[in-house]
């Protein structure tokens, strides 16, 4: 009974830290970019090289509006809630099929 106690604040804490470090790398990752996108706006300006970055500006802004939408997307549906669910259900349909096959592969990784 006490191990189950334990487990539920372990749980939240590893939830809460997982959080944390994909929003630092979200917003590190999203300084970058704006930094980069200001380079190609300083370039833009230059006479000599004017119009140059203007394509990878279109691609990188588009592809970062489908990057983010798909990010809203899997918070909104719960994607992120139980990261590990897909594994093991993954496993039992393996384990299942070798047993079904009469295969005893399975109870060794078990």
């Given at each position: 009974?006490?191990?189950?106690?334990?487990?539920?604040?372990?749980?939240?804490?590893?939830?809460?830290?997982?959080?944390?470090?994909?929003?630092?790398?979200?917003?590190?990752?999203?300084?970058?970019?704006?930094?980069?996108?200001?380079?190609?706006?300083?370039?833009?300006?230059?006479?000599e090289?004017?119009?140059?970055?203007?394509?990878?500006?279109?691609?990188?802004?588009?592809?970062?509006?489908?990057?983010?939408?798909?990010?809203?997307?899997?918070?909104?549906?719960?994607?992120?809630?139980?990261?590990?669910?897909?594994?093991?259900?993954?496993?039992e349909?393996?384990?299942?099929?070798?047993?079904?096959?009469?295969?005893?592969?399975?109870?060794?990784?078990?």
């Amino acid at each position: 009974m006490s191990a189950q106690k334990n487990e539920i604040p372990l749980s939240r804490r590893r939830w809460r830290t997982i959080h944390v470090v994909f929003t630092l790398v979200c917003l590190g990752a999203g300084c970058m970019f704006v930094f980069k996108l200001h380079e190609f706006l300083r370039t833009i300006k230059k006479d000599e090289l004017a119009g140059f970055a203007f394509d990878p500006i279109l691609t990188y802004g588009f592809v970062a509006i489908g990057f983010f939408m798909l990010l809203v997307w899997a918070f909104l549906t719960g994607q992120f809630k139980d990261v590990e669910k897909t594994k093991h259900e993954m496993l039992e349909r393996v384990w299942r099929q070798e047993r079904e096959e009469g295969l005893d592969f399975g109870e060794d990784f078990q």
